[in-house]
């Protein structure tokens, strides 16, 4: 059974700094993975979407790679700002049921200005 | 502008009166899924449907109902609330269901209070 698993719950840093955050996953049979945003009392947002064919993806400061063989994701943001501050979570759509998507608890990020 | 809609936003309700939430969709999407989401357990699926009249289980459907007699629409029904079904709910939609290139697109969330 797909399982996501997102490390560190929760991170601060300061303003400027650029983090990355890790997403993993125990089965690498997987279409895609999605890294999404939430504001508080929100929806998700999506952020980005990898292709399980593709290595990584790029959105502005936001870089996602995907490591499937180790089943592995990080989405690196660069020059943080307060306005990241947010939740951050990671999803898989399994090759198994193209219809489900996993999603991990997900990283809570504070930007400290 | 390109959205899910889900309503009601809050809802505080007592056990046992039924209740439904609605979600739609002006993408033209034909995939819909319904999720709760709880403290510790991350976003769980409740019911997807992949086009009109077909609908299936998600990983917990235990006291859920769903339709879907017209693509843009996807109500949630509660038809018996129970206190453990106090959760916060998302709607969400993608392009189809085999275009795995597709990002979902979700609602901003319904917050259900079972008392």
């Known amino acids: 059974k797909q399982e996501v698993t997102q490390i560190p719950a929760a991170l601060s840093v300061p303003e400027g700094e650029n983090l990355v955050l890790n997403c993993s996953f125990t089965?690498?049979?997987?279409?895609?993975l999605q890294w999404f945003r939430q504001d508080p009392g929100k929806g998700l947002t999506s952020l980005l979407l990898i292709q399980s064919s593709q290595r990584e993806q790029t959105s502005g400061r936001l870089n996602a790679s995907l490591d499937k063989s180790s089943g592995r994701s990080t989405l690196y943001i660069a020059a943080s700002q307060p306005g990241d501050s947010a939740t951050y979570l990671c999803?898989?759509?399994?090759?198994?049921?193209?219809?489900?998507?996993?999603f991990g608890s997900g990283t809570r990020l504070s930007i400290r200005p | 502008e390109a959205q899910v809609t889900q309503n009601p936003r809050y809802l505080i309700t007592v056990t046992g009166k039924k209740l439904t939430v609605t979600c739609s969709q002006n993408m033209n999407h034909e995939y819909m899924s319904w999720y709760r989401q709880d403290p510790g357990l991350g976003l769980r699926q409740i019911y997807y449907s992949m086009n009109v009249e077909v609908t299936d289980k998600g990983d917990v459907p235990e006291g859920y109902k769903v339709s879907r007699k017209e693509k843009r629409n996807f109500p949630l029904i509660l038809e018996s609330p129970s206190p453990n079904q106090t959760s916060l709910y998302f709607c969400a939609s993608s392009l189809k269901q085999g275009a795995t290139n597709q990002p979902q697109h979700f609602g901003d969330g319904t917050r259900l209070s079972i008392l």
């Open positions: 999803a898989v759509r399994p090759s198994s049921s193209a219809s489900k998507i996993i």
């Open positions: 089965d690498s049979a997987i279409y895609n």
